[in-house]
């Protein structure tokens, strides 16, 4: 058993210790305290606390870094997206696969020991494997005009499974790797299609799953009246299906009355959510994913984080993908969370970051906070003299060089030459 004494220990579950200590051995936590401990190794002026969790990513996106422009209007950076995504139709190409190997490495050395991956095509599930990376992977269906959804959903499940044989157990040492179904958002996924997933997540072990929800003004426009651009799209794209109604409500309203949304699905993004959503979403124990900076980026504008918590709905962030941001800096999500929200609590925002994060992707008895018998993924950040409020110094944007992992659970993960570039 090795013991580590730090100027600060976050346990997340309870309050920072100063001058507190975190033993681990065998990978897990035995224990956490507080007081001089003569042997332990002294870690100097550090915090210690648990692995940030990424709940919402796309690292199969990650080679759009920079290619997809600001946008005024969620439309037009969607069209964007999908313009240039056809310049590369081989979802396992050599410049896919790297920029996704990068971006994930980039992303542990600036403190991140979880993800939530979402994929269309599963390319990025040896990656993670490879890196004994945790991660719930969601592998994300489309289909607004699905001749048979049960077909389709049947189909995902044993390409999942598949990519879960392949090379191995899922599970390597003490990192875990789960795949899910997920829908991608109510205006490119049927209701029958829902209904599909729905089901087969029942019948899961783990009924984990995560939708693109509430995200922009056309959304809303679209699920009240059927019109607008996204109606447009998809009758451009060919997608379009005559027998479908427009369900007149909000996207948690529609949700809630075709019986998808619980305590097991992660509504991701949620900037149009107003109150009557909020308290919906409140009472089913659905987690928000909230991505602010991505949100920006796309032109959905600035999603209501201070109102999520007054509403008593669980949150968590994610940085959402390199084609939207600059980084997956998780630490700079809390930065620009903690600059839109003001009056919440920089405790509240770590626990987001942390402890939300694990519970709403299923990894909660081991992700999250310190605590005996959870994994020993715990980061050290540096700081510097003069900080006595360690907690909202943590929310103010904390940089890749002040980041050192402790007794790391990824004796493999090596972060590759930043002079290379895709």
Known sequence: MTRYQAAWVLPIAAA???GGWVATERGRIAAVGGGPSPDAVNLGRVALLPALVNAHTHLELSYLRGRIPRAERF??????????RQQYPDPAATVIVEAARRAMFEAHAAGTGLFGEVTNSLVTVPLLREARMPARVFYELLGFNTPNPRDRVAQAQIRAAEALREGGDARHGDSDLRVSLAPHAPYSVSPG????????????PQPVTSVHLGESPEEVEFLRDGGGGWREMLEGLGAWSSEWQPPAASPVAYLDKIDFLDSRVLAVHGAQFLGEDLDRLSALGTTIVSCPRSNQHVGVGVPPIEAFYAAGVEVAFGTDSLAS???????????????????????TLLESATRVGARALGFEEDYGTLEPGRRAAIIAVRVPEGVNDVEEYLVGGIQPDAIEWLDSTNPRFQVPDPRSHV
């Open 75 to 84: 439309l037009e950076w969607v069209r964007g997206l999908m313009k240039t």
């Open 193 to 204: 299609l829902f209904r599909a997933i729905r089901d087969a997540l029942d019948s899961a």
């Open 16 to 18: 920072p210790i100063p």
């Open 325 to 347: 941001v600059d980084d997956l800096n998780l630490f700079a999500e809390l930065a620009e969370a903690r600059r839109l929200a003001p009056r919440v609590s920089a405790r």
